[in-house]
């Protein structure tokens, strides 16, 4: 299928690795010209070395800045100051219980996972409208819907993110512009070797025993593909996706366990 979109201008937010540079890739392939965004220049011209050896003849630039400050999302908009579509993406907080939720870490977790997908939002959103053609995909979690106990954190500021996303949906949608998010759970990405190995570390397991453990909590048995969710992700960046908004797409092997 043509997804209509060869040609259209991306930002993928933290797409060094995992699931952002998923996102790119499949992007990519569509044709997309696509720029990278992270923290560490070494890293990102190496992961958008890697995009062009996987997909000949793709279009991808790199803006290295920390989303995170109004320094750095000024300077990703002064490098790409119009773009038709906008992944936004970031690492979450670090598991814990709740006694260590206080309001410090409740602002980092915003900072980190619900004020720079907004803030870019609303910088690339007067020039989507105007040309009635846009794609916004927040990567989220499936903490959104069904937190765990030691993720209240992450649940916390993507749910937040997730309101906003339905809010500015329904504003903009006459315009031809969509806002969907993606909600992972259990992708094999570097995230899932973090979790890995605090199983390891709690459990005195070995890596292999720590994820068939991991695996083991998924109807499917098995680790979702980076690239499953790249896929999902490019489809509703599509031309054919335009009745699709306000919505939230779980990619976790089926192991959610409610109906809507």
Not at 5 to 24: D, E, F, K, T, W
Request: overall charge neutral; charged content about 20%.
């Amino acid at each position: 299928m043509d997804l209509g979109i060869s040609g259209r201008v991306a930002l993928v937010a933290a797409s060094s690795q995992g699931l952002g540079l998923a996102c790119a890739a499949s992007l990519a392939q569509e044709g997309v010209r696509v720029t990278l965004n992270g923290r560490d220049d070494s890293r990102l011209e190496a992961a958008a070395a890697r995009l062009r050896r996987a997909v000949p003849g793709a279009e991808v630039g790199v803006v290295t800045a920390d989303l995170t400050t109004p320094e750095g999302r000024g300077r990703i908009v002064a490098a790409l100051p119009e773009v038709d579509i906008l992944v936004t993406n970031n690492a979450g907080p670090r598991p814990g219980p709740y006694s260590a939720w206080d309001a410090d870490a409740l602002h980092e977790a915003l900072a980190q996972n619900a004020v720079p997908a907004v803030e870019l939002m609303r910088a690339y959103l007067p020039g989507m409208r105007a040309r009635r053609f846009g794609r916004i995909v927040n990567i989220t979690s499936a903490m959104v819907k069904s937190p765990a106990a030691d993720m209240g954190l992450s649940a916390s500021a993507r749910a937040a993110l997730t309101a906003a996303a339905k809010s500015i949906s329904k504003e903009v949608a006459a315009d031809n512009v969509t806002v969907n998010n993606l909600l992972p759970e259990r992708i094999d990405t570097p995230r899932q070797e973090f979790m890995a190995r605090r199983r390891m570390e709690r459990d005195g397991i070995t890596r292999d025993e720590a994820y068939a453990a991991i695996a083991a909590t998924v109807t499917a048995r098995r680790l979702g593909r980076p690239e499953e969710l790249g896929d999902a992700c490019a489809f509703l960046c599509s031309a054919q996706a335009g009745y699709i908004t306000g919505q939230n797409l779980q990619l976790d092997g089926g192991t959610y366990e409610g109906l809507i």
